[in-house]
């Protein structure tokens, strides 16, 4: 599988099948990764089914504790167990447009190390959600590249793809988050082994079906990590 897609779930069953068919229509030799933490709804064992019919489909099942940042960790370095040379991450709510999927890869064809899919570069949006809900947006990701000094638009933007090299030398098993703020961490590693990012335009749209599991308390510790990544970078440096 050079292009593994890993999508980590929990309670998605209504949206994973027809995810499923539309990367594999935009992407038919990528390998699909789907990292459920023992959704209650069912999720893990429709994968598998899915895995049953498609042997590019494959599924990872995670025992407690729960956490989108565990999921992320343990499909990233499942991911590279497969020999991945290209590995791309996104949420299984649609807020992530499947069609972009090509772009990411020639993205990396012609030389991007990690790619994001951002909201605020030319032809980007966040139109989909409240008014309040963009503010916070767009006030998390000064506060970030600010604190951490990271040239991107878009700090907040789960849906990536990163060149093996590059998941490499982000070291996956030494990730911290157990929550959101994998996102935040990842590409802050990225960004420190000198990774070339390169950002893509994303028109958000916010999810249709199901719950989102995004709440303030979830805010607030990816903000917290934020600052722990910001000393410990001061700790490395001696100051």
């Known amino acids: 599988?050079?292009?593994?897609?890993?999508?980590?779930?929990?309670?998605?069953?209504?949206?994973?099948?027809?995810?499923?068919?539309?990367?594999?229509?935009?992407?038919?030799?990528?390998?699909?990764?789907?990292?459920?933490?023992?959704?209650?709804?069912?999720?893990?064992?429709?994968?598998?089914?899915?895995?049953?019919?498609?042997?590019?489909?494959?599924?990872?099942?995670?025992?407690?504790?729960?956490?989108?940042?565990?999921?992320?960790?343990?499909?990233?370095?499942?991911?590279?167990?497969?020999?991945?040379?290209?590995?791309?991450?996104?949420?299984?709510?649609?807020?992530?447009?499947?069609?972009?999927?090509?772009?990411?890869?020639?993205?990396?064809?012609?030389?991007?190390?990690?790619?994001?899919?951002?909201?605020?570069?030319?032809?980007?949006?966040?139109?989909d959600r409240s008014f309040p809900r963009r503010v916070l947006t767009i006030l998390a990701n000064a506060y970030i590249r600010v604190l951490l000094g990271m040239p991107v638009g878009d700090c907040n933007s789960g849906y990536r793809a990163f060149r093996r090299s590059a998941m490499e030398a982000v070291s996956p098993a030494t990730l911290v988050s157990a929550g959101p703020s994998i996102v935040q961490e990842v590409l802050f590693r990225a960004h420190r082994a000198g990774c070339r990012i390169v950002e893509i335009p994303l028109a958000f749209v916010d999810r249709t079906t199901g719950d989102s599991k995004l709440g303030m308390r979830l805010l607030l510790d990816g903000y917290t990590m934020v600052l722990r990544l910001k000393f410990r970078e001061l700790i490395g440096r001696g100051g």
């Open 1 to 127: 599988m050079r292009t593994v897609v890993i999508i980590p779930t929990y309670n998605e069953a209504p949206n994973l099948v027809a995810l499923v068919e539309r990367i594999r229509a935009v992407a038919p030799d990528a390998g699909i990764l789907v990292v459920d933490d023992r959704s209650p709804d069912g999720t893990g064992e429709l994968a598998d089914t899915l895995a049953s019919e498609d042997d590019r489909v494959r599924v990872l099942h995670r025992d407690p504790p729960r956490g989108r940042g565990l999921a992320g960790r343990d499909g990233f370095l499942h991911a590279l167990s497969l020999g991945a040379e290209v590995i791309l991450e996104m949420d299984a709510d649609f807020s992530h447009d499947p069609a972009l999927i090509p772009r990411f890869l020639r993205e990396i064809e012609n030389g991007a190390d990690v790619v994001l899919a951002s909201r605020f570069v030319p032809g980007g949006s966040d139109e």
